[in-house]
């Protein structure tokens, strides 16, 4: 009887951990494809310039999505007490997401009033900014799911959001040529399908967002904020180039370099297939003081991604490149060596984002948030020159170099708890 219950019980452990993944991949793949179907439809429909002004409107949306998530849902996975404290980790979001929101308007007056942003590209990125913000405020939830156990529970949720809001965005954008109003209908839309579906996944769970407590949600703050600097400076040294370009450079630029590095991007992506399900596994080695297999997980995902980025490289060149062209109605062919430097640089800046768990879940936050820091500095004073002596090549070069940097940094703190004997 007990043998028969213990087999049950780890059939059950297996489908989950299944369920786990195929959702997580569904929900990853959803956000990795995204900004290419909106940015293919605003090409289609609207022309290079607003693809453009859509570039560097996702990128500084990614930034804001990041400083209103502070650097929450590994702390809160990995936080053995966070199953009774899902309304104090929800309240603590909506500040943050709501004093990222007060960032992007200031942000955007900054750029109305020295940058010569217009009337439409403000609103435009505003509402690109807002449209992504629902993922951070939907992320907490998603914690909640994966600390339970039960991340393929939210993860469903993300997953049937995402693709259903960028259908309904795409679609009102074909047929009105509007994207003001398809970014309106499609943030509506992603709000009133989360508090739906998360509102009934609770309701089951008999979970009240009612009572919260002021002790636990500055406790929150406090903890996250050196994973919020991290966060927030790695998305930005990641997006570096765009910025750059949208300082220096013309919207068609900043349309090209973002069709080169969507794909890049997917690698960055595609790590977190394999590592995002197992965060609160790795918290838990780490209680355990298992180092030999937490070094066994760097390199087996270092692996993992230098074998993805080999072989999608020299087919991106021959293959994804042409397939680009199509899609956006454009030659870029002549930026073959741009297109593999920031798809080695997506490699690289995949193997940084899992090491950000390691040192999450190390302790190492503080640590983490001041080589970002210190990154961030060395790219805001190179940057510019870089893109100014080389252009594109430039940009490509810039983002590769500070994903190595960043790497290293990170070894090198790593060293003391998983590398020196002790």
Known sequence: MFEKGWKTGKRNAIYSRKADIWWNTVAVSADALQST??????????????????????????????IGRYGGRNYQVTDKNAGSMLSDYFFARVITVFGSLAGVV??????????????????????????????????????YCQQQGKLSAGARIAAIRLISSTGLL????????????????????????????????????????????????????????????????????????????????????????????????????LSRFVYQPMIRDIGLLWQKKETKQL????????????????VAIPAGVW????????????????????FSLLFLGGAIFAISSFLTVMLTVTGRRKEMAFVYLLISLCSFLGGKYLLKLYGIVGAAMLYLVLNLMTVFCFLFVLRKDLYEEK
């Open 37 to 66: 179907v909106i940015l293919s439809a605003i090409a289609y429909k609207l022309g290079i310039e607003n693809a453009g002004i859509f570039s560097i409107g996702y990128a500084l949306a990614n930034l804001a999505a990041t």
């Open 106 to 143: 200031g942000y955007l007056m900054f750029c109305r009033r020295f940058l010569g942003y217009g009337a439409y590209k403000t609103q435009a990125v505003f509402m690109i900014c807002l449209y992504k913000l629902t993922d951070a405020l939907e992320d907490v939830c998603i914690g």
């Open 170 to 269: 795409c679609a009102v954008l074909l047929m009105t040529g509007d994207l003001i109003t398809a970014l309106e209908i499609s943030v509506g839309y992603s709000v009133s399908l989360d508090v739906i579906l998360f509102g009934s996944q609770f309701q089951k769970g008999n979970v009240s967002l009612s009572v919260w407590h002021r002790a636990n949600i500055n406790r929150i703050l406090k903890e996250c904020t050196p994973l919020a600097i991290a966060g927030t400076v790695s998305m930005y040294v990641g997006n570096i180039p765009k910025y750059m370009i949208d300082w220096y450079m013309t919207e068609e630029i900043q349309a090209i370099f973002g069709y080169l590095m969507m794909p890049a991007f997917c690698i960055v992506l």
């Open 295 to 310: 070094k066994k997980l760097i390199a087996g995902q270092s692996i993992f991604i230098f074998c993805a980025a080999a």
């Open 319 to 338: 293959l994804g490149l042409p397939a680009l062209n199509i899609l956006y109605d454009v030659n870029l062919n002549p930026y073959r060596m741009e």
